[in-house]
């Protein structure tokens, strides 16, 4: 039994001039055929003359070239266009004539030089034809001239509009594959912003805390701990993010197991539940963390928990940066829809303040955010410190 599918999918992979080769012999056979008289492609109305060995080589050369009008269309053309002038000259009136609209909707819809050059030059060429048929005798009339030029013109131009569609549709899916690069780019820069920050923030002042501690060997080896710790956090999720831009990552039996902090390298992405490792750590690097946690986490919520957790781990690096030593406050609390997040720093720290810096960190979290539907917010505090508040729907967008 012929397995369709089977021959369809080698048709579909066969090159196109044998994709083209079958209609290029149809018009032979049906000119050929007698039955097929009297429904030829024709203009000058002479009188039919009987097809001789000429008559078979104008055929040939009016159909074959129909097997190269995509990939050689200029060539068709011409060749098409040739044969189809012999033939009018000659009177041999066929099927074949067909040829000639094909071949120039074939041209209109892939040629892609010299266009208004051939078009200009096939226009005068038609002029003569027709001049010179009109002296052989023709009976057409200029009216009947006219109408098959705008005939084949019209052909022209419906090749020429879906050479237009398919440029104006391979445009839009350039622009919507740069969009989506352009989207994931972002967001994979947000994903090594939060994830590389905050470790990278906890070591830098651990270890400018380590220089003032060389008097305290067990505070000094307990910072440098913390350090090598924050470290191999930052490896650790580092090497989870691009297992999961690699798509060869395979998330099999084989897991890299971090020695610092018992996590897994292939984890999940974190959520509400790391928080407490994460204040933990925080607290490691010298700051002062209060964190109330109220209700329980929903059994789904998408890409909420880990929004949430981005926001608390961006607030306390910033708090890390900015506020080394001021109190730090972190709520949270999970409602039946959403998730509220509100990290709140003291203005009375080394550095309390804004946090300034480029801004991403923060930019970034409002992008995610208002991706779900939420609100946003990162404010100045009375007394010189600083609020970031979130509100993260559990439900609605994914």
Known sequence: MIDLRRVRELWLRSDVTVRDLPLALLLVATSLLPSFRGYETQVGDLPARP?????????????????????????????????????????????AGTALPIALLSAGAHLERHRRAMM??????????????????????PEGFVTFYLALAGTWGIGSWWRSSRAADAERRRRVAEATRDAERARIARELHDVVSHHVTAMVVQAEAARYL????????ETLGAVTDAGRRAITDLRHMLDLLNPDHDTGPHQDTDQGT???????????????ALVEQTRQAG?????????????????????????????????LKYAHGSRTAVGVRHGEKEITVEVSTDGTGSSAGSPGGSGRGLAGLRERVDA???DFTADRRPDGGFVVRARIPTEGRP
């Open 214 to 221: 060389t008097a305290a060997p067990a505070r000094l080896e």
């Open 51 to 95: 097809f001789d060995a000429l008559a078979l080589v104008v055929l040939a050369l009016e159909c074959f070239p129909l097997a190269v009008r995509r990939r050689w269309p200029a060539v068709c053309l011409i060749l098409v266009s040739l044969a189809f002038t012999v033939a009018e000259l000659r009177s041999y009136h066929m099927v």
């Open 287 to 319: 700051q002062p963390v209060e964190f109330t946690e109220e209700g329980r986490p929903a059994e789904t919520t998408g890409s909420a928990e880990l929004v949430a957790f981005r926001v608390v781990q961006e607030a306390l690096t910033n708090a």
């Open 372 to 374: 779900l539907g939420g």
């Open 262 to 276: 018992g996590q897994d390298a292939d984890a999940g992405m974190p959520s509400v539940a790391d928080l407490h």
């Open 120 to 141: 200009v030059g096939l226009s005068a060429a038609y002029a003569l034809l027709a001049v010179t048929l009109d002296r052989f005798g023709s009976t057409e009339g």
